[in-house]
Protein backbone atom coordinates (compact mmCIF):
# COMPACT_ATOMS: atom_id res chain seq x y z
CA UNK A 1 0.00 0.00 0.00
CA UNK A 2 2.96 2.44 0.76
CA UNK A 3 5.19 3.43 -2.51
CA UNK A 4 8.28 2.00 -3.28
CA UNK A 5 11.47 3.52 -1.51
CA UNK A 6 13.77 0.28 -2.00
CA UNK A 7 15.19 2.04 -5.38
CA UNK A 8 15.45 6.16 -4.23
CA UNK A 9 16.86 8.17 -7.38
CA UNK A 10 17.84 10.98 -5.06
CA UNK A 11 19.15 11.26 -1.91
CA UNK A 12 19.28 14.23 0.26
CA UNK A 13 22.41 14.52 3.25
CA UNK A 14 21.08 16.52 5.77
CA UNK A 15 24.20 18.08 8.02
CA UNK A 16 23.07 18.23 11.73
CA UNK A 17 26.59 17.83 13.52
CA UNK A 18 27.50 21.44 13.88
CA UNK A 19 27.99 22.69 17.56
CA UNK A 20 26.07 25.87 16.88
CA UNK A 21 28.05 27.89 19.26
CA UNK A 22 27.09 31.41 18.07
CA UNK A 23 23.49 30.13 19.40
CA UNK A 24 24.45 30.50 22.55
CA UNK A 25 22.49 27.17 23.64
CA UNK A 26 24.31 24.02 25.67
CA UNK A 27 23.09 21.60 23.10
CA UNK A 28 24.09 21.14 19.52
CA UNK A 29 22.16 23.59 17.12
CA UNK A 30 20.30 21.01 15.26
CA UNK A 31 18.96 19.73 18.78
CA UNK A 32 17.52 23.01 20.37
CA UNK A 33 13.52 23.26 20.46
CA UNK A 34 12.09 25.48 17.73
CA UNK A 35 8.38 25.94 18.93
CA UNK A 36 7.93 22.43 20.51
CA UNK A 37 10.17 20.29 18.02
CA UNK A 38 13.70 20.71 17.41
CA UNK A 39 15.52 22.24 14.57
CA UNK A 40 16.48 18.81 12.95
CA UNK A 41 12.71 17.75 13.22
CA UNK A 42 11.49 20.74 11.87
CA UNK A 43 14.37 20.17 9.00
CA UNK A 44 12.39 17.05 7.51
CA UNK A 45 9.03 18.08 7.48
CA UNK A 46 9.78 19.52 3.68
CA UNK A 47 11.96 16.00 2.87
CA UNK A 48 8.94 13.85 3.52
CA UNK A 49 6.61 16.31 1.69
CA UNK A 50 8.60 15.48 -1.58
CA UNK A 51 6.40 14.45 -4.32
CA UNK A 52 9.07 11.38 -5.06
CA UNK A 53 10.52 9.12 -2.85
CA UNK A 54 14.15 10.13 -1.56
CA UNK A 55 16.96 7.92 1.01
CA UNK A 56 17.50 10.70 3.52
CA UNK A 57 20.75 10.48 5.29
CA UNK A 58 21.35 12.53 8.23
CA UNK A 59 24.30 13.50 9.88
CA UNK A 60 25.23 14.06 13.40
CA UNK A 61 26.99 14.14 16.59
CA UNK A 62 28.30 11.07 18.21
CA UNK A 63 26.72 12.21 22.20
CA UNK A 64 23.21 12.56 19.70
CA UNK A 65 23.31 9.66 17.08
CA UNK A 66 20.27 8.06 19.40
CA UNK A 67 18.56 11.44 19.57
CA UNK A 68 19.16 12.07 15.88
CA UNK A 69 17.45 8.38 15.15
CA UNK A 70 14.64 9.00 17.20
CA UNK A 71 13.76 12.12 15.57
CA UNK A 72 13.99 10.78 12.04
CA UNK A 73 11.87 7.81 12.85
CA UNK A 74 9.48 9.94 14.05
CA UNK A 75 9.27 12.50 11.33
CA UNK A 76 9.43 9.35 8.45
CA UNK A 77 7.10 7.06 9.77
CA UNK A 78 6.09 4.88 7.14
CA UNK A 79 9.38 5.59 5.23
CA UNK A 80 11.60 5.21 8.17
CA UNK A 81 13.31 2.29 5.74
CA UNK A 82 14.71 5.13 3.65
CA UNK A 83 16.43 6.66 6.23
CA UNK A 84 19.84 6.56 7.82
CA UNK A 85 21.61 8.06 10.70
CA UNK A 86 25.81 8.78 10.59
CA UNK A 87 28.35 10.25 12.74
CA UNK A 88 29.69 13.19 11.28
CA UNK A 89 33.45 14.19 11.27
CA UNK A 90 35.04 17.33 13.00
CA UNK A 91 34.46 19.66 9.90
CA UNK A 92 31.27 20.52 7.83
CA UNK A 93 33.23 19.01 4.42
CA UNK A 94 33.82 15.47 6.52
CA UNK A 95 30.60 15.38 8.07
CA UNK A 96 28.91 15.31 3.96
CA UNK A 97 31.47 12.72 3.37
CA UNK A 98 30.05 10.92 5.92
CA UNK A 99 26.54 11.38 4.73
CA UNK A 100 28.02 10.61 0.63
CA UNK A 101 29.08 6.88 1.92
CA UNK A 102 25.92 6.14 3.33
CA UNK A 103 23.87 6.76 -0.45
CA UNK A 104 22.11 3.50 -1.76
CA UNK A 105 23.86 2.82 -5.21
CA UNK A 106 20.66 4.26 -7.41
CA UNK A 107 20.93 7.44 -6.19
CA UNK A 108 21.85 9.36 -9.05
CA UNK A 109 21.00 12.97 -7.91
CA UNK A 110 22.66 14.35 -4.24
CA UNK A 111 20.89 17.37 -2.40
CA UNK A 112 23.13 18.54 0.42
CA UNK A 113 21.01 20.18 3.26
CA UNK A 114 21.76 22.58 6.84
CA UNK A 115 19.32 20.90 9.61
CA UNK A 116 19.29 24.73 10.75
CA UNK A 117 17.59 26.00 7.53
CA UNK A 118 14.69 24.66 9.45
CA UNK A 119 11.90 26.71 7.50
CA UNK A 120 13.07 26.05 4.03
CA UNK A 121 10.15 25.27 1.93
CA UNK A 122 9.26 22.54 -0.51
CA UNK A 123 9.53 24.34 -3.65
CA UNK A 124 13.02 25.42 -2.92
CA UNK A 125 14.02 21.69 -3.01
CA UNK A 126 12.05 20.56 -6.20
CA UNK A 127 13.57 23.76 -7.91
CA UNK A 128 17.04 22.30 -6.88
CA UNK A 129 16.49 18.90 -8.34
CA UNK A 130 14.30 20.24 -11.35
CA UNK A 131 17.82 22.49 -11.98
CA UNK A 132 20.03 19.71 -12.06
CA UNK A 133 18.08 17.23 -13.82
CA UNK A 134 17.61 19.44 -16.42
CA UNK A 135 21.67 20.63 -16.66
CA UNK A 136 23.40 17.64 -15.45
CA UNK A 137 25.08 20.38 -12.97
CA UNK A 138 25.27 21.54 -10.06
CA UNK A 139 22.34 24.10 -8.60
CA UNK A 140 22.25 26.23 -5.76
CA UNK A 141 19.90 28.31 -4.62
CA UNK A 142 20.80 32.37 -3.60
CA UNK A 143 19.59 35.19 -3.52
CA UNK A 144 20.47 38.78 -4.57
CA UNK A 145 22.12 41.02 -1.84
CA UNK A 146 19.83 44.30 -1.04
CA UNK A 147 22.74 45.88 1.21
CA UNK A 148 25.56 47.99 -0.01
CA UNK A 149 28.71 45.32 0.63
CA UNK A 150 32.12 47.31 1.32
CA UNK A 151 35.65 45.46 0.97
CA UNK A 152 37.99 46.05 3.94
CA UNK A 153 41.36 45.75 5.33
CA UNK A 154 42.20 43.74 8.65
CA UNK A 155 41.92 46.91 10.84
CA UNK A 156 38.70 47.85 9.21
CA UNK A 157 39.44 50.16 6.72
CA UNK A 158 37.10 50.66 3.91
CA UNK A 159 38.62 49.51 0.16
CA UNK A 160 36.42 49.50 -1.68
CA UNK A 161 32.18 49.29 -2.40
CA UNK A 162 31.67 45.81 -4.05
CA UNK A 163 29.25 45.73 -7.16
CA UNK A 164 26.53 43.58 -5.24
CA UNK A 165 24.42 42.72 -8.86
CA UNK A 166 27.53 40.48 -9.29
CA UNK A 167 26.52 38.75 -5.79
CA UNK A 168 24.19 36.57 -4.21
CA UNK A 169 23.44 35.04 -0.43
CA UNK A 170 24.07 31.58 -1.27
CA UNK A 171 21.66 28.73 0.76
CA UNK A 172 21.15 25.29 0.75
CA UNK A 173 19.59 22.47 -0.36
CA UNK A 174 22.82 22.48 -3.05
CA UNK A 175 22.22 20.03 -5.68
CA UNK A 176 24.92 17.72 -7.37
CA UNK A 177 25.07 14.81 -9.96
CA UNK A 178 26.21 12.07 -7.57
CA UNK A 179 28.91 10.46 -9.63
CA UNK A 180 30.54 14.76 -9.97
CA UNK A 181 30.58 15.23 -5.90
CA UNK A 182 31.85 12.28 -4.85
CA UNK A 183 34.58 12.69 -7.62
CA UNK A 184 35.04 16.37 -5.84
CA UNK A 185 35.18 14.69 -2.26
CA UNK A 186 37.83 12.16 -3.11
CA UNK A 187 39.76 14.52 -4.91
CA UNK A 188 39.58 17.40 -2.16
CA UNK A 189 42.79 18.80 -0.39
CA UNK A 190 41.50 21.78 1.81
CA UNK A 191 38.09 22.51 3.46
CA UNK A 192 35.77 24.73 1.42
CA UNK A 193 32.44 26.51 3.29
CA UNK A 194 29.94 24.54 0.69
CA UNK A 195 29.95 21.77 -1.78
CA UNK A 196 29.80 24.35 -4.75
CA UNK A 197 32.87 25.68 -3.41
CA UNK A 198 34.51 22.11 -3.63
CA UNK A 199 33.09 21.25 -7.22
CA UNK A 200 34.32 24.67 -8.55
CA UNK A 201 37.78 24.09 -6.80
CA UNK A 202 38.28 20.55 -9.17
CA UNK A 203 36.88 22.23 -12.41
CA UNK A 204 33.05 21.91 -11.86
CA UNK A 205 30.39 24.33 -12.90
CA UNK A 206 27.57 25.33 -10.69
CA UNK A 207 24.43 27.64 -11.35
CA UNK A 208 21.95 29.33 -8.95
CA UNK A 209 18.62 29.25 -8.80
CA UNK A 210 16.04 31.28 -6.84
CA UNK A 211 16.24 31.31 -3.33
CA UNK A 212 13.99 31.64 -0.92
CA UNK A 213 13.68 33.92 1.92
CA UNK A 214 12.72 31.19 4.96
CA UNK A 215 15.78 28.96 3.80
CA UNK A 216 17.38 31.52 6.27
CA UNK A 217 20.22 29.85 8.50
CA UNK A 218 19.10 29.78 12.27
CA UNK A 219 22.89 30.51 13.93
CA UNK A 220 22.13 33.23 16.53
CA UNK A 221 19.66 33.56 19.12
CA UNK A 222 18.13 36.84 16.89
CA UNK A 223 17.49 33.90 14.31
CA UNK A 224 15.93 31.51 16.50
CA UNK A 225 13.60 33.86 17.86
CA UNK A 226 12.91 34.69 13.88
CA UNK A 227 12.02 31.31 13.60
CA UNK A 228 9.76 31.22 16.61
CA UNK A 229 7.74 33.77 15.37
CA UNK A 230 7.35 32.94 11.84
CA UNK A 231 6.03 29.51 13.14
CA UNK A 232 3.56 30.58 15.63
CA UNK A 233 2.25 33.44 13.24
CA UNK A 234 1.70 30.31 10.57
CA UNK A 235 -0.45 28.38 13.07
CA UNK A 236 -3.42 31.82 12.89
CA UNK A 237 -6.20 30.02 11.73
CA UNK A 238 -4.99 27.73 9.28
CA UNK A 239 -4.28 30.77 6.78
CA UNK A 240 -1.26 31.19 5.05
CA UNK A 241 0.57 33.32 7.51
CA UNK A 242 4.09 35.26 6.79
CA UNK A 243 5.94 32.28 7.20
CA UNK A 244 4.10 30.83 4.03
CA UNK A 245 3.23 27.90 5.95
CA UNK A 246 -0.26 26.54 6.12
CA UNK A 247 -2.12 24.98 9.04
CA UNK A 248 -5.27 23.15 8.61
CA UNK A 249 -6.94 21.56 11.61
CA UNK A 250 -8.65 18.12 11.06
CA UNK A 251 -11.71 16.05 13.05
CA UNK A 252 -12.58 12.56 13.38
CA UNK A 253 -14.94 10.03 15.04
CA UNK A 254 -15.28 6.47 15.37
CA UNK A 255 -17.67 4.25 17.40
CA UNK A 256 -17.81 0.55 17.68
CA UNK A 257 -19.27 -1.93 20.21
CA UNK A 258 -18.51 -4.38 21.85
CA UNK A 259 -17.94 -7.80 20.97
CA UNK A 260 -16.93 -10.87 23.47
CA UNK A 261 -15.93 -13.03 20.53
CA UNK A 262 -12.80 -10.21 19.52
CA UNK A 263 -10.08 -9.12 21.23
CA UNK A 264 -9.82 -5.72 22.21
CA UNK A 265 -7.33 -3.63 20.51
CA UNK A 266 -7.50 0.20 21.31
CA UNK A 267 -4.69 2.69 20.66
CA UNK A 268 -2.48 0.42 18.38
CA UNK A 269 -2.44 -1.76 21.79
CA UNK A 270 -3.47 -5.38 22.86
CA UNK A 271 -5.40 -5.01 25.85
CA UNK A 272 -5.33 -8.90 27.53
CA UNK A 273 -8.51 -10.31 29.18
CA UNK A 274 -11.01 -7.14 27.48
CA UNK A 275 -13.75 -7.83 25.61
CA UNK A 276 -12.87 -6.80 21.99
CA UNK A 277 -15.06 -4.22 19.64
CA UNK A 278 -16.60 -5.06 16.68
CA UNK A 279 -15.40 -4.67 13.13
CA UNK A 280 -13.79 -5.67 9.85
CA UNK A 281 -10.30 -5.07 10.59
CA UNK A 282 -9.26 -4.94 14.69
CA UNK A 283 -12.02 -2.58 15.52
CA UNK A 284 -9.51 0.11 16.75
CA UNK A 285 -11.95 2.84 17.42
CA UNK A 286 -8.80 5.60 18.40
CA UNK A 287 -6.26 4.59 15.07
CA UNK A 288 -9.38 5.12 13.41
CA UNK A 289 -10.92 8.39 14.59
CA UNK A 290 -7.29 9.09 14.07
CA UNK A 291 -6.65 8.53 10.41
CA UNK A 292 -10.16 10.07 10.01
CA UNK A 293 -8.82 13.45 11.78
CA UNK A 294 -5.73 13.54 9.55
CA UNK A 295 -7.44 12.75 6.34
CA UNK A 296 -10.03 15.39 7.32
CA UNK A 297 -7.22 17.97 8.08
CA UNK A 298 -5.77 17.53 4.53
CA UNK A 299 -8.99 17.59 2.82
CA UNK A 300 -8.33 13.66 1.85
CA UNK A 301 -11.44 12.22 2.82
CA UNK A 302 -12.17 9.45 5.05
CA UNK A 303 -11.32 5.92 6.27
CA UNK A 304 -13.94 4.64 5.07
CA UNK A 305 -13.66 6.59 1.67
CA UNK A 306 -9.69 5.61 1.25
CA UNK A 307 -10.08 1.71 3.00
CA UNK A 308 -13.69 0.91 2.79
CA UNK A 309 -15.23 -1.75 4.68
CA UNK A 310 -14.87 -4.65 2.36
CA UNK A 311 -11.54 -4.65 1.84
CA UNK A 312 -10.19 -8.84 2.70
CA UNK A 313 -6.58 -7.33 2.71
CA UNK A 314 -7.74 -4.76 6.04
CA UNK A 315 -9.42 -8.02 8.09
CA UNK A 316 -8.18 -7.99 11.09
CA UNK A 317 -5.28 -5.59 10.33
CA UNK A 318 -3.97 -3.04 13.23
CA UNK A 319 -3.54 0.76 13.62
CA UNK A 320 -0.26 0.28 12.15
CA UNK A 321 -1.50 -0.61 8.95
CA UNK A 322 -4.18 2.29 8.65
CA UNK A 323 -1.50 5.14 9.84
CA UNK A 324 1.32 4.51 7.94
CA UNK A 325 -0.78 4.37 4.58
CA UNK A 326 -2.60 7.41 6.57
CA UNK A 327 0.25 9.81 6.97
CA UNK A 328 1.82 8.36 3.40
CA UNK A 329 -1.13 9.52 1.90
CA UNK A 330 -0.71 13.13 3.57
CA UNK A 331 2.87 13.47 2.55
CA UNK A 332 2.36 12.78 -1.34
CA UNK A 333 -0.30 15.99 -0.86
CA UNK A 334 2.33 17.88 0.89
CA UNK A 335 1.37 17.41 4.46
CA UNK A 336 3.00 16.83 7.33
CA UNK A 337 1.65 16.15 10.79
CA UNK A 338 1.97 18.68 13.88
CA UNK A 339 -0.03 17.70 16.37
CA UNK A 340 -3.33 15.59 17.00
CA UNK A 341 -5.44 14.65 20.57
CA UNK A 342 -7.58 11.91 20.97
CA UNK A 343 -10.63 12.02 23.42
CA UNK A 344 -12.09 7.86 24.02
CA UNK A 345 -15.21 7.63 25.82
CA UNK A 346 -16.35 4.60 27.27
CA UNK A 347 -16.57 2.98 30.76
CA UNK A 348 -13.57 0.09 29.91
CA UNK A 349 -11.06 -0.47 29.57
CA UNK A 350 -9.33 1.89 32.17
CA UNK A 351 -7.06 3.73 29.95
CA UNK A 352 -4.80 5.52 32.45
CA UNK A 353 -2.53 2.96 33.30
CA UNK A 354 -1.45 2.70 29.51
CA UNK A 355 -2.15 6.25 28.87
CA UNK A 356 1.82 7.00 28.35
CA UNK A 357 2.34 4.06 26.23
CA UNK A 358 -0.52 4.61 23.76
CA UNK A 359 0.58 7.70 23.45
CA UNK A 360 4.09 6.77 22.45
CA UNK A 361 3.34 4.32 20.30
CA UNK A 362 0.50 6.49 18.43
CA UNK A 363 3.21 9.74 18.03
CA UNK A 364 5.61 7.04 16.79
CA UNK A 365 3.23 5.77 14.22
CA UNK A 366 2.00 9.43 13.00
CA UNK A 367 5.36 11.12 13.40
CA UNK A 368 3.87 14.20 15.71
CA UNK A 369 2.89 14.00 18.91
CA UNK A 370 -0.43 12.92 20.36
CA UNK A 371 -1.97 13.17 23.03
CA UNK A 372 -4.39 10.36 24.60
CA UNK A 373 -7.23 11.48 27.38
CA UNK A 374 -10.58 9.27 28.35
CA UNK A 375 -13.73 9.93 29.78
CA UNK A 376 -17.20 8.37 30.47
CA UNK A 377 -20.52 10.16 30.12
CA UNK A 378 -22.07 9.25 33.43
CA UNK A 379 -24.16 6.47 32.01
CA UNK A 380 -25.66 8.22 29.62
CA UNK A 381 -26.11 6.87 25.93
CA UNK A 382 -24.40 3.27 24.72
CA UNK A 383 -21.12 4.41 25.90
CA UNK A 384 -22.45 5.38 29.25
CA UNK A 385 -24.47 1.57 29.09
CA UNK A 386 -21.20 -0.50 28.57
CA UNK A 387 -22.53 -1.59 24.55
CA UNK A 388 -19.54 0.26 23.09
CA UNK A 389 -16.71 2.93 23.03
CA UNK A 390 -16.87 6.36 21.14
CA UNK A 391 -13.30 8.27 20.01
CA UNK A 392 -13.22 11.95 19.17
CA UNK A 393 -9.82 12.59 17.31
CA UNK A 394 -8.80 15.90 16.36
CA UNK A 395 -5.42 16.46 14.39
CA UNK A 396 -3.22 19.42 13.11
CA UNK A 397 -1.16 19.13 9.74
CA UNK A 398 1.05 21.85 7.90
CA UNK A 399 1.45 22.25 4.54
CA UNK A 400 4.66 24.19 3.17
CA UNK A 401 4.68 26.73 0.69
CA UNK A 402 4.22 25.41 -2.97
Not at 98 to 109: C, I, K, M, Y
Not at 130 to 139: E, K
Not at 234 to 252: F, I, W, Y
Not at 367 to 376: E, K, L
Amino acid sequence: MGRDTSAPRVGIIVVAAGSGSRLGEPLPKAFVDLSGRSILSRSLDVVFGLGEAVQLVVVAPAPQLDEARSIVAAAAGAASDACTVVVGGDTRQRSVAAGLDALQPSVEVVLVHDAARALAPRSLFERVIAAVDATGRGAIPGIPVSDTIKRVDASGTVLATVDRSQLAAVQTPQGFVRAELQAAYSADTEDFTDDAALIQHVGGSVEIVEGDALAFKITTPWDLRRAHQLLTESRDAGRPAASGLVVRTGVGMDAHAFDASQPLWLAGLLWPDEVGLAGHSDGDAVAHALCDALLSAAGLGDIGTIFGVDDPRLDGAHADVFLHETVRLLRDAGFVPSNASVQVVGNRPRFAPRKAEAEALLSGLVGCPVSVSATTTDRLGFAGRGEGIAVIATALVVAPPR
